[in-house]
């Protein structure tokens, strides 16, 4: 099924979830905004965040981020990070491939794991959240249409029947980002 959403409006609702767990107004969370630094965001309000996004869009968001599954898709940490604890190139490629659509500027080799937690902006949530909406099922379930639609709560449902749809989780669809960025970067498909 293809995604019902428009990249906008998810990264209006991203906002709005945002402005909501901060305590700020939406319009303090500008696209280019980094969360940690500029916003002020502690690991709680990410935590509430994602509940947030659950409980508008039924998505979950990942628990995990791209380095981990990285080493875990590479089997260990080692090709992860240079002498000085920064993020290699491999690294920082296969971060600026994810969902997040992070730029050459906001992450690149030599930043510390910390900083590119920190250069997480509304922007990249939101990408990585419409993201997930590409992982529907194939067909309903319920009634085999093949059409999703956005329903009045926000969440997404079978334009055919009304079920409820669910989305692949965060944690999945990150887990197949980082497969698909190291299968791009030459390196062999990692097993399981
Ligand atoms: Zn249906």
Not at 106 to 134: C, K, L, N
Not at 170 to 191: F, I, S
């Amino acid at each position: 099924m293809q995604n019902p959403y428009e990249a906008d409006r998810i990264h209006d609702i991203v906002r709005e979830g945002l402005a909501q767990v901060l305590g700020s107004s939406v319009d303090e969370i500008t696209a280019d905004a980094t969360l940690v630094s500029d916003l002020g965001a502690e690991s709680l309000d990410l935590v509430e965040f994602r509940f947030e996004m659950e409980t508008k869009l039924g998505v979950a968001l990942p628990k995990s981020n791209v380095l981990d599954q990285l080493a875990s898709a590479l089997g260990g940490s080692e090709q992860l990070y240079d002498e000085r604890g920064g993020i290699s190139e491999l690294a920082a490629e296969v971060l600026r491939r994810s969902a997040f659509g992070y730029s050459e500027e906001q992450v690149h080799a030599g930043m510390r794991p910390y900083e590119v937690a920190a250069a997480a902006t509304s922007a990249h949530w939101a990408a990585f959240t419409h993201r997930i909406f590409d992982h529907l099922p194939e067909v309903c379930t319920e009634c085999a249409a093949d059409k999703a639609q956005i329903a009045p709560s926000g969440k997404v449902q079978c334009a055919g029947c009304g079920a409820a749809l669910e989305a692949a989780a965060g944690d999945e669809v990150m887990a197949e980002g980082v497969r698909a960025a190291l299968a791009a970067l030459g390196h062999a498909q990692p097993v399981g």
